[in-house]
């Protein structure tokens, strides 16, 4: 069995955001939700996770609503699987999830080229069923504050009436939340190290505790994915004041191409980030590749890349920077002109007009 775990989903009324779906099922309403967009020219981007029946992540990636290259989420990850550089003790999870995956999937999706000329009807009422309680990560929260808050409000987010015994274990945890609030970590990390199975907010908490200790193996080991690492380091608060520097020292232990295109943005070293080819676009990433071609003035990459963005701002920002690009080639062109019949007051006056637009140009970012 496999689940699916998208996020950042702008049609979550729909595929539902950060909610652990059957493989079957996320297959089913992504592969409609993609020939919609499709018909109606939408693009967007949504991160995806695949875990097994042990909770255990084995493949996360991001899906390009309405793009053409993939029909649906089975023939993207049959391409890109293979693909995957890993260590040679892991090339048995590998080829499970490759069996999986083909054993789970329908004939139909492994032979789709085109829009499917015929629609699925799916339960109408199943989706309304899902759980509407699952809380969002947001790593620009405390680690702490949000662990205290999760632990505080878990039982009544996932169940209304929780027994006895789930009662007792959240009262137990409270004083540890509490103290680890003034300051003492220690204890709270010394029982989130001893229990086997971890919520996103804690493992947050664990990270975060980890990647300021300096101990960057521990900090992998708890999700056994460096880009969780590397996500927290770029997103979390914590790390607003050093958050290049322990990206850095991270990397230096634990390469990604996900960490050097982070850390090429932190830089501002915008050529080579846009020419890393093997990154997982994220949506926050999409937006960084997206202004960094504004730095470098590709007009063409710029207009590319924002299609896949749905920040609003940045969209304005793009349009603005195209337009001024073609007002300053007017301009430019104008001025060639101009300097063959050497009118000098009407050069002037272009002069003016052609730098008040660069300044603009150059002001975007």
């Known amino acids: ?103 789970l999937t329908p004939e139909t999706y492994k032979t789709m080229v085109t ?36 632990a505080l409000i878990v039982v009544r987010l996932v169940q209304p009436d929780p027994p006895s015994g789930v009662r007792a274990e959240a009262s137990g945890w409270r004083p540890l939340y509490e103290a680890a609030l003034t300051g003492e970590t220690g204890p709270l990390v010394e029982n989130l190290e001893k229990r086997q199975s971890l919520n996103d907010e804690q493992q947050q908490f664990l990270i975060t505790h980890y990647v300021e200790e300096q101990d960057y193996d521990q900090a992998v080991s708890v999700t056994k994915d460096p880009i969780d690492v590397e996500t927290i380091i770029m997103q979390s608060k914590r790390f607003a004041t050093n958050r290049q520097d322990t990206l850095h020292a991270f990397q230096a232990v634990h390469p990604t191409d996900e960490g050097t295109f982070d850390l090429a943005i932190l830089q501002k070293d915008y050529r080579r980030a846009v020419s890393l080819t093997d990154v997982e676009m994220t949506t926050v990433r999409q937006e960084s590749r997206t202004r960094a071609y504004i730095a470098l003035k590709d007009v063409t990459k710029a207009k590319e890349s924002v299609r896949t963005v749905q920040d609003e701002k940045l969209k304005e920002q793009v349009a603005t920077f195209v337009r001024l690009d073609e007002e300053i080639k007017a301009l430019e062109d104008q001025k060639r002109q101009l300097s063959e019949k050497e009118d000098k007051e009407a050069l002037e006056k272009l002069n003016e007009s052609l730098e008040a637009k660069q300044r603009q140009a150059s002001s975007l970012l």
């Open 1 to 103: 069995m496999l689940f699916v775990r998208f996020t950042d989903v702008p049609k979550e009324v729909v595929l539902p955001n950060y909610e652990r779906l059957p493989y079957e099922e996320a297959l089913l309403l992504s592969t409609r939700i993609h020939q919609e967009a499709q018909q109606t020219n939408e693009r967007f981007a949504s991160e995806f996770r695949i875990f097994d029946d042990d909770d255990q992540l084995v493949y996360k990636g991001t899906f390009q609503f309405g793009d053409t290259t993939y029909q649906n989420l089975y023939l993207q990850l049959k391409d890109r699987i293979p693909r995957i550089r890993i260590r040679k003790e892991d090339a048995t999870k590998k080829i499970l999830l490759h069996e999986n995956l083909e054993r």
């Open 115 to 150: 829009e499917a000329a015929t629609r699925n009807n799916t339960d109408a009422t199943h989706i309304s069923r899902l759980r509407r309680g699952q809380r969002r990560i947001v790593y620009g929260a405390s680690g702490v504050s949000l662990l205290l808050l999760g």
